[in-house]
Every structure is written in C-alpha cells, then in structure tokens.
C-alpha cells in the first residue's frame, strides 16, 4: 500500500460524511486514501472534481437530466484504466481537457448483488477512483460533448458547492470538493 501522509487525515477528520462508511444501496461504501495498487485491480469508475486552471477557488460541477448535481466522471469502458476513463469522462461531459490529473481518495466498495453490474467490473468489491484535476475548456466554454445525459455544466466558486449537493443522497459530494480545494491548496 502506499503511504498517506499525515496531513490527509489531519484534512479528512473535519469531514463528517466522508468519514462515515457504510451501507449504500446493495452493499457497504468506505471513503480512503487513493492507492495506486488496489485500484489497478479493483477499479469500476472515475470521478474528477475539476478546477478552472486560471483559478483557485472556481470548480465545476454537472447536472443530470434527472435533476440532480453531480461530479464529472463514471463507469470505466473495457479495457480502460481510471486515468483514461477520467480523460475520456471530462471531455465527454464537460468539454474539457485536464492539464494535471492528482487522484487523492477511492470509495471502496463491497457489493452484496451477486452479479457485477457490467461484466468486465471488478466485483464483488470495486473501487470509484476520486481525482481532483486543473481543466481548460476544449472551445471557448464548458459543455457537453457526445453526452447527452448532462444538461448543464457551471463553474462554481468553491464555497457554494454545498448549496449545490445541499439536497437528495450526493451530499458527500459537496465534502468531496472542499476536501480537493484543500488538498490542492498545499
């Protein structure tokens, strides 16, 4: 396994739904350290909380066309790695290239189902790879490409994100990207 430093910890105490595992829809979800080694072997999906890279404190999120605000990102295609499918997911979602990609948490989690829900993902435990990355509109502005599940893409500063993922069951979203803000701070 990798060593964590210190100051993840230190950062991720102050987080009170990151801290908090347990059980999700068909089975139990833990938030921990990114670890190169296990999510080469267990990775279904990639998530990229994206800054703007002419700012520090403006991130993006997306919204579904069922309403709800998510972070970029999803289910690994066959044969992709979590870095690829981060690639692919930010320029099919929001348009957007990624100038520096820093993977820094993974929800591992443990499925109770006894079918994987597509057959080329690891399971019954699965890892969803959680990055934070410094973007660049593709164009002239964030938007959708080849996706026609997002309806909205919007550059947000930071600290309105928990407005954002204030409602329904992505309320660790919110935590997710004041926990990057923080992390790429140092």
């Not at 790695?81 to 957007?96: D, F, K, M």
């Not at 990609?101 to 929800?107: D, E, I, N, T, V």
């Not at 069951?169 to 790429?184: I, M, P, S, T």
Request: glycine share 6%; proline share 6%; net charge neutral.
């Amino acid at each position: 396994m990798n060593r964590t430093p210190d100051s993840f910890y230190t950062i991720l105490s102050t987080f009170s739904t990151l801290t908090k595992g347990g059980r999700r829809g068909n089975g139990f979800v833990y938030f921990v350290p990114f670890d190169d080694e296990f999510s080469r072997s267990y990775s279904s999906h990639s998530y990229v909380i994206p800054f703007l890279d002419r700012s520090t404190h403006e991130c993006i999120v997306t919204r579904k066309r069922t309403g709800q605000w998510f972070l970029p990102g999803g289910t690994l295609e066959l044969g992709e790695n979590w870095r690829i499918a981060a690639v692919r997911e930010l320029r099919e979602e929001i348009g957007a290239e990624i100038i520096q990609l820093h993977p820094f948490g993974m929800y591992v989690c443990v499925s109770e189902s006894k079918t994987p829900a597509k057959p080329h993902l690891p399971h019954p435990i699965a890892v969803r790879v959680i990055s934070w990355a410094d973007v660049r509109p593709m164009g002239t502005e964030f938007q959708p490409v080849l996706n026609d599940d997002i309806v909205e893409v919007r550059c947000v500063p930071v600290q309105m994100v928990d407005q954002t993922f204030s409602n329904g069951e992505n309320v660790d979203f919110g935590e997710l990207y004041h926990f990057a803000h923080k992390l790429r701070k140092k």
